[in-house]
Each structure stands twice: as structure tokens, then as C-alpha cells.
């Protein structure tokens, strides 16, 4: 599933070549995946692209948007005469001829550049809001765990005397958003917390090394452009990240942790897969 990460770096590819772009067309395969009347947009130009939380927002003239989330399996490519780009969950829609069995959504611009919605399981959607509807939709979500608004204390308080798992909690998008499953499992193993700990259980020094790992592995996942895990699209330039080759404990089970060389373990917590520490994560 694309995280915050993944989602960030997007957003910043497609800010280098979207903005000035004029929408010719939107040729939607699947009605599921887009809500609104796309005929409102035909003739506008992209001002600008950027995100809140996991949702990419394409800013228009008019006062209108296109807010697109890529949810599991979903992906968000550009095309032109002379470059690909874009990412999201990595399958052979990168590399194969588009649009392909999976395009959802296709934006075509007056340049006959393309952006492609692509979507295996349609879990993801692309929406047309107005600005005062984008508010609304982004008021209910919690600041960005990389906003400087979270501190500890900020963090502390949302927690409160709550007795859910800690790992649970801060991947709830009302405490703090864009914390997903990788990102939770090696924030939590280089701050040295169980992720199964209640989160009243945790101290102020605690959540703040906490808050510090957090807002650092999702540092380092956007400066390396995300994760990629499937090993035959790490190298497809343009829509691959390179998180993978650091991570430090999700997907590494029988391995050794990077902090104190102890075995990492796997289990399910929330129905996710879990990885942490048996040995320094307490």
C-alpha cells in the first residue's frame, strides 16, 4: 500500500510537469473510481499539486480540484513523448503499454501529455471537490506526523490514559496522519517500544523518542523516494523508490535488528503484519 512517503514523492514528480498543463478530455474506464461531473473541468488548467495526509490534490482554476486517493493498490503515472513517472503500489502497469487493463482514469492534456489512474482491487477514487469541499474533507484528518504541530506533547495528549496498542494508535488518521504499516514497525523498533504496549503505558521521554523515530523514517522514506518491495520494478526510473534497501525491521523476520542484533519477529497485530525486536523493543 503507497504511504506517506510514496505519496509525497509523487506529489513532487508530478508538481515538476502538471502545473500549466490545460485538461482536453477524462476518459473514465471504470465508474467506480471517479465521483463528479468531469465535463466541469474540461479547459482548465493544473495551478498546482499537493497532498494532505495520503490524498493527492490536483489544484484548478475555478475553484476546483481533483483530489485523488490511491488507497492499496493504487497507482498514478504521467506520461509524455519523452518521460514516465509517477508511482504507487508497483505491478507491470508501470512498464507495460497504457493505458492497460487496470487504468481506471485517464486525464488527457491539450499537449497530449497524460496522467493515468491505475487501480487493481478499486479500492482508490478520484474525486472532483470545489475548494470549501476539499476544506471540509481535509478538516476531519489529523496533522501530517511531519507537520511541526506534532510534538510529544501534542502526541501525549491524543494518547491520553487510552489502553489500544501503541502501533494501533499511531496509525489512526485522528491522532496523526500518514503513519502506515512500514513506517509504524521501524519507527517504533528504533525508538525502542513494543508495538503491542498499551499506549498509556508509554512515558513522556517515550513518546518523544517515539515522536522523533516517526517523523525520521518518514523523513528517510522521502528522501529515498518511498518503497518499493517487488524486486523486478526497484530499478524502473522514474517510479521506484529505494526505502527498501533501509528498512529496518518490516519484512526482515529471522533477521538480525540493526540496534542490538536480536532477532526480529513477525505477528499480527490489527490484522497487519508486524515486525519488531524480541530482544530491544520493550
Not at 503515472?77 to 513517472?85: K, T
Amino acid at each position: 500500500m503507497p504511504e506517506l512517503p510514496e505519496v509525497e514523492t509523487i506529489v513532487r514528480k508530478l508538481q515538476t510537469v502538471l502545473p500549466g498543463k490545460v485538461i482536453q478530455k477524462i476518459v473514465i474506464f471504470h465508474p467506480k473510481s471517479f465521483i463528479g461531473d468531469q465535463q466541469q473541468l474540461i479547459g482548465l488548467p493544473v495551478v498546482a499539486v499537493t497532498r494532505k495526509a495520503k490524498i493527492i490534490r490536483i489544484h484548478l482554476t475555478r475553484e476546483l480540484n481533483l483530489l485523488i486517493h490511491l488507497k492499496m493498490t493504487g497507482q498514478l503515472i504521467y506520461a509524455d513523448d519523452h518521460q514516465r513517472l509517477g508511482g504507487g503500489h508497483p505491478t507491470e502497469d508501470w512498464v507495460k503499454e497504457l493505458p492497460t487493463k487496470h487504468t481506471r482514469v485517464n486525464i488527457c492534456f491539450s499537449d497530449n501529455s497524460q496522467l493515468f489512474f491505475n487501480d487493481q482491487r478499486l479500492f482508490g477514487w478520484v474525486k472532483v471537490q470545489t475548494d470549501q469541499e476539499v476544506a471540509d474533507t481535509f478538516a476531519v484528518l489529523a496533522p501530517d506526523i511531519n507537520d511541526p504541530q506534532v510534538t510529544a506533547a501534542y502526541l501525549a495528549a491524543k494518547l491520553g490514559k487510552r489502553s489500544q496498542a501503541i502501533k494501533q494508535l499511531i496509525m489512526d488518521t485522528t491522532i496523526v496522519s500518514g503513519v502506515g504499516n512500514i513506517y509504524a514497525c521501524d519507527a517504533l523498533n528504533l525508538a525502542q517500544i513494543h508495538p503491542e504496549r498499551p499506549a498509556k503505558s508509554l512515558s513522556l521521554a517515550e513518546i518523544e523518542r517515539l515522536v522523533v523515530a516517526t517523523k525520521s523514517v518518514i523523513q528517510q522514506g522521502i528522501e529515498l523516494g518511498g518503497t518499493t518491495f517487488d524486486g523486478k520494478y526497484v530499478n524502473v526510473d522514474g517510479l521506484a523508490g529505494n526505502y527498501q534497501s533501509v528498512v529496518r525491521v518490516y519484512g526482515r523476520e529471522g533477521q538480525a535488528c540493526l540496534h542490538c542484533h536480536g532477532t526480529i519477529v513477525k505477528t499480527k497485530l490489527g490484522g497487519r503484519g508486524t515486525y519488531f525486536c524480541s530482544q530491544c523493543q520493550i
